[in-house]
């Protein structure tokens, strides 16, 4: 049976420059950084999720994807509707703070929600879209 989350995707523009956003403007580490021919597998996780990793995925053709898919997909990050998240944090003030100083776009700042948390939008600098969250006490 299926018992856990392994690895997730987040599609990127360029590989290189998504791995500076997530370890230097995240505070990311890097899993994994293996190139096969033209094929990079690249991860990154977090110190304390050692059993989750994110793969930055390049948007090009290859392994499955034709020029048309890469096309789609492009659009979609640009356009934000991709992501993964929520990314949670014990303080979302302090931490869109934080991230904002270091250059990171918000689309939102640290707001106040009825249902329960405290949320921050962020792009990453492929235009994916991730929400920063602190559960309310």
Known sequence: MINRLSVATIWVKDQNEALRFYT???GFEIR?????GSYRWLT?????????????A?????GGLTQEDV???TRLVEAGKMGVGPWKTDDCQKTYETL???GVEFVQPATDRPYGIIEAIFKDNSGNVMVL?????
């Not at 390049?58 to 290859?62: E, I, N, T, Y």
């Open 24 to 26: 230097e403007k995240l």
């Open 133 to 137: 969250a602190q559960d309310k006490q």
């Open 58 to 62: 390049a948007l090009k053709p290859g």
């Open 100 to 102: 904002k100083a270091r």
């Open 44 to 56: 990154v996780g977090l110190n304390d999720q050692p059993e989750i990793e994110f793969q930055l």
């Open 71 to 73: 096309d789609h997909l």
């Open 32 to 36: 994994a950084d293996v190139t096969n």
